[in-house]
């Protein structure tokens, strides 16, 4: 029963996966068409899909004045507003404005679907709980990620036996092309292009945070690349996700002080406490 239910989940999340690609698709296009136009938001606003900028475009589309679309900038981008009224002061075609309305519709209906999916996929989740925690433990996993890695891989790491064996199943491990004891730059193995792609977006974002794949990917991005580094460090992932899972506790970084952690979080507690009984005023008289 529990396979068929992976299984089912698993049909969730690879449809997910190919609607992103969908709206990443939709998303390029309508920066194409606002270029091909001559408005040159993308050239000032640093996400062209947040809400001012979003908002600037659904104002273009109904044909609203300059004035009014340059109002729609919110936070910093008010300090920005002379460079966009250079940007979005071009006329807009009729053809330019119908086809910016038809992905603008699409891109919404698109992530309508996203986030059905998206519920259903962590509602799914209810008989994986403890292991859906316990992989969010892990840095760069968030709640979809962590879902997609248990309806790719399962539960049961007894399938794999070792952590190696699930790097191999990945794709994730390295090739080997040695010849005169040399050893040569190989593509990596083929494998579950799904979970492949799912551990490069936890790479990506594991790299961003206090932790020992920071350190990795810094240490390999200069002389490596970003690509190679970010592949680096998803081979470095899986058998941290296979001993979570296996040994059924919560990732812990070794270059991560916990204890100082808890220290930290509890010091100003235990302090009023001491003061409170008198312990913090007889250790200074003793001492004195």
């Not at 799914?124 to 997609?148: E, V």
């Not at 199943?169 to 083929?190: F, M, Y």
């Not at 490069?200 to 020992?212: G, L």
Request: charged share 25%.
């Amino acid at each position: 029963m529990a396979l068929v239910d992976l299984q089912q989940l698993r049909l969730l999340s690879r449809h997910r996966l190919k609607l992103k690609g969908v709206l990443a698709a939709e998303k390029n296009r309508l920066h194409k068409v606002l270029n091909d136009a001559g408005i040159r938001l993308g050239g000032v606003v640093s996400d062209i899909h947040g809400a001012s900028a979003q908002a600037m475009i659904e104002g273009l589309i109904a044909g609203q004045p300059l004035t009014v679309l340059v109002g729609y900038a919110r936070g910093r981008m008010k300090a920005q507003c002379p460079e966009l009224r250079q940007a979005l002061d071009e006329p807009l075609s009729e053809r330019h404005r119908l086809l910016l309305d038809e992905l603008h519709q699409h891109i919404r209906f698109l992530e309508q679907h996203l986030q059905r999916l998206e519920q259903q996929l962590l509602a799914g989740m209810a008989p994986y709980q403890r292991q859906w925690q316990l992989l969010q433990t892990i840095p760069g996993i968030d709640g979809i990620s962590a879902a997609m890695l248990i309806a790719e891989i399962g539960v049961e790491m007894s399938r794999f036996g070792r952590a190696e064996r699930l790097g191999c199943w990945a794709g994730r491990c390295p090739g080997t092309h040695e010849s005169a004891g040399k050893r040569k730059a190989v593509r990596t193995r083929k494998g579950n292009r799904v979970l492949r792609q799912v551990v490069c977006e936890i790479a990506n974002a594991a790299c961003k945070t206090q932790s020992q794949f920071k350190g990795k990917y810094q240490a390999l991005v200069i002389r490596r690349g970003h690509k190679r580094s970010i592949m680096a460090v998803g081979h470095k992932l899986l058998p941290v996700v296979y001993a979570v899972l296996n040994t059924d506790q919560p990732y812990r970084d070794p270059e991560i002080d916990y204890e100082a952690l808890v220290v930290a979080k509890n010091a100003p507690r235990w302090l009023r406490a001491l003061k409170k009984y008198g312990y913090l005023n007889r250790s200074r008289s003793v001492a004195a």
